[in-house]
């Protein structure tokens, strides 16, 4: 029997070469599906990108500046309002939101409930309770996460990411960062597809198994070869681009007019901001 033959390994390599595929699959129709979103009819995908962003970014300064726990989660309940008015599935907005806050907050929110000094309000072990001031300053940040993510889904789901950058200019962004936003994201999606075939490829081409060292030397082979294809590709982008009539700035195919119904909704969008952030003051 070959002494390179490892059951044991090659079912874990097979493992973590199918759990890539599938994140890659999965990243690709996450992606498709918000595009999807963006083209239906709704509330937040007739407006203007621009009224969209300005909304976004006062709603999201007026929760940082709230010290009142019911305007935050008066404006995150508004914020799951305009994703049903704008056609987005309730649960899939909730879970995208929910499911990553225990990720990015907890490590922060469960030493808080502890070592803040305040009255006690749950003894959970002698000498370790949860704090009244602990709790409160917990669920401030809690809903102020939440809070702002819901908001800046609801932008991102609802508009696409080309009309999103070109919205940006609204803000003064630089013209140059929109570029490069703009080719990071169209080509990343590409280079996504390419690593997914390149894994297939190699997964089909595979008979019996491999030892660790041919295993790694595969897969630093996929990466260089990914690597080798990104640079050659950025070249040619550029030199594509370049042959077009580019010279350093981004022209619009379709120009942005604001209407009535933008500015009113503008208007009263705006109005609600400055409210929160009176009353939560």
Known sequence: MDKSINPGHSHRSSHVLEHTLHGISETLERALFAEEISAK??????????????????????VSFSKNLEIIAAIYLLALALALASSIPAGFFVKRVWLALPFFTGLIILPALFVTPGPVLLQVLPGLAITRTGAISS???????????SLSLLLILTTPWNTVLSGLTVLRVPDVFILILGMTYRYIYLLLHTANDMFLSRKSRVVGWLDAGEDRRMLAAISGTLLAKSINMSSEVYLSMQSRGFRGSVVTLKPFKMQPRDWAWLAVFIGLAILAVVLGR
């Not at 401030?140 to 702002?148: A, E, G, H, P, Y």
């Open 139 to 149: 669920l401030f940040l809690l809903l102020r996460v939440s809070t702002s993510i």
């Open 41 to 62: 009819p709704g509330l937040f995908q007739s407006l203007d990108a621009r009224v969209k962003i300005l909304t976004v970014l006062a709603f999201l300064l007026a």
